[in-house]
């Protein structure tokens, strides 16, 4: 057997096989990143998921480069790794493997010049301060995991590391796992048509981060909407000194970066904190829950929401809601008849806005609520992670989709502005053309305040918004013929451009 096995194309992706030693891997992934977070509340170290099936673990080490191939696949591909012939030839397919699946970061294959080989049947290796477990059973999943050398029975291996000032991610730069089996088992390499491509891309997709997003998205929406909208309301009703810090206290999230406002709620509800303690005595804890993602999702959305709400009221006409003061409308009814009817296509457009800043988050969600499958892992965080682990086929798949949800949000954006358009073009405009008098025609008794002559509009200062007295009358219940103090609050507000008093 040569010393270097001669690789073959051919294969299916994720395979390689080498005709010569007659061996073969399959169903190769490679995990760029690994995890010191709990499985199912048991702590085994820093971790790096296997694929279904693996039987062939390769980890990249400070010192050397670790090829674990189990007991029972040596044994039933009668493969003796005492053999620096066949130990090599089973590092080539791991490396040419490897090398496919880089996508740029470092190779098994570069590092082969400095770092001594190691390939082994052995269910665990201690190098230095290091023990490399290549397979360990946690939460129905196999792993490999890094734990501190000379691990007492029983202790917890990221505390005792802690313990030690030992950083576990430091034993380990990647890992690689796959499926040994004989050349004969590995299906060649056939071309598929697009539609058998997408469908093999999708058909292993958790779909879980899809709900998730929704879900936070959606009740995020429901509290920013709220939120957002009482938040403007009061603003808007303020002095000017205070309104500008409360404006700036309600628009900051917006110019700060998504991380900063995850590390700054960490902070505020963490375990250390006198508010954190005092939720987890009440039963309540929030970090790394869907609560947390929940919370992140409005925090960084909420900004977007209040500022468009805010925009939208503050363009309104005064003296119409003067006119409705005038009335003894309070103004809880001022906001609830004529703010919101009239400011909605805004607002509209700043809740679709403010759904899509949601279910893009990132960075606050990954800091707040942590990447939990089912649980906090939104769509953004399945990318970063799928694609650190060297999955790029679902990771594009979730890009695709963020896309497609993206585009739909603009989209509906600008049909719903262009329908509101074409609404105030028949129902506002148009209807004041019809109502306005010829140049020179003076205004009948009966027409006061709602009709005004060319020489008002020029002293005005041209053609000027004004008040249709009957359209209020009829925005505000009041009767048609409208009387008394309604009807001269009317005429009043009619009589004045947009803006005055």
Excluded at 39 to 50: K, T
Aim: charged residues 20%; glycine residues 12%; aromatic residues 8%.
């Amino acid at each position: 057997m040569p010393a270097w096995a001669e690789v073959e194309s051919g294969a299916e992706e994720g395979s390689a096989l080498d005709a010569d030693s007659g061996l073969g891997v399959i169903g190769f992934t490679r995990y760029q990143r690994g995890a010191a977070r709990p499985v199912a509340g048991e702590d085994v170290g820093y971790r790096f998921p296997l694929p279904a099936g693996a039987n062939l673990v390769a980890l990249n080490t400070p010192e050397h480069l670790l090829v674990y191939v189990a007991p029972e696949a040596a044994e039933s591909l009668e493969l003796d790794l005492a053999d620096p012939a066949s130990a090599q030839a089973v590092f080539e397919l791991v490396a040419t493997l490897d090398d496919e699946a880089s996508h740029g970061g470092g190779r098994m294959s570069d590092e082969a010049g400095s770092k001594s080989l190691v390939v082994t049947s052995d269910p665990s290796v201690s190098v230095g301060a290091y023990t490399y477990i290549f397979f360990i059973e946690a939460g129905g999943r196999a792993y490999c995991a890094v734990q501190p050398a000379g691990l007492a029975a029983g202790a917890a291996p990221t505390e005792a590391a802690e313990a030690m000032g030992l950083d576990l991610g430091e034993g380990a730069g990647w890992c690689d796992g796959g499926t040994l089996v004989s050349a004969e088992d590995v299906a060649p390499a056939v071309e598929p048509g697009p539609f058998d491509r997408f469908l093999s891309s999708i058909s292993h997709v958790d779909l879980s981060p899809l709900w998730v997003s929704l879900k936070t998205s959606f009740t995020a929406l429901a509290i920013t909407f709220v939120l957002g909208l009482l938040a403007a309301w009061r603003t808007m009703g303020t002095s000017s000194r205070l309104k500008g810090l409360l404006d700036s206290v309600f628009t900051i999230p917006m110019v700060l970066p998504p991380t900063v406002c995850g590390f700054l709620l960490l902070l505020l509800f963490g375990r250390a904190t006198p508010v954190g303690r005092w939720l987890i005595e009440h039963g309540v804890s929030l970090v790394f829950t869907w609560e947390a993602a929940v919370i992140s999702a409005v925090v960084v959305s909420f900004p977007l929401m209040y500022r468009t709400a805010l925009g939208a009221f503050e363009s309104l006409d005064a003296a119409m809601l003067d006119a409705a003061r005038t009335l003894g409308w309070s103004e809880g009814r001022i906001f609830r008849r004529l703010m919101m009817p009239l400011a909605w296509p805004s607002i509209a457009a700043g809740t679709v806005l403010a759904f899509a800043r949601a279910m893009g988050e990132f960075g606050c969600t990954l800091f707040f609520a942590g990447n939990y499958a089912g649980v906090t892992q939104t769509i953004p965080i399945a990318i970063y992670f799928e694609w650190m682990s060297g999955n790029t086929d679902v990771a594009i798949f979730w890009v695709v989709v963020v896309i497609a949800l993206s585009f739909a949000v603009v989209l509906l954006i600008n049909l719903y502005a262009a329908r509101s358009q074409r609404y105030r073009m028949r129902g506002g405009i148009a209807r004041g053309r019809a109502r306005r008098r010829a140049p020179g025609v003076v205004a009948s008794e009966g027409d006061r305040g709602g009709v005004v002559g060319a020489d008002e509009d020029a002293e005005a200062g041209g053609d000027v918004l004004r008040i249709d007295r009957e359209a209020l009358r009829e925005l505000l219940g009041e009767p048609a013929g409208g009387s008394g103090a309604g009807r001269h609050a009317a005429d009043d507000a009619s009589a004045h451009p947009k803006g005055g008093r």
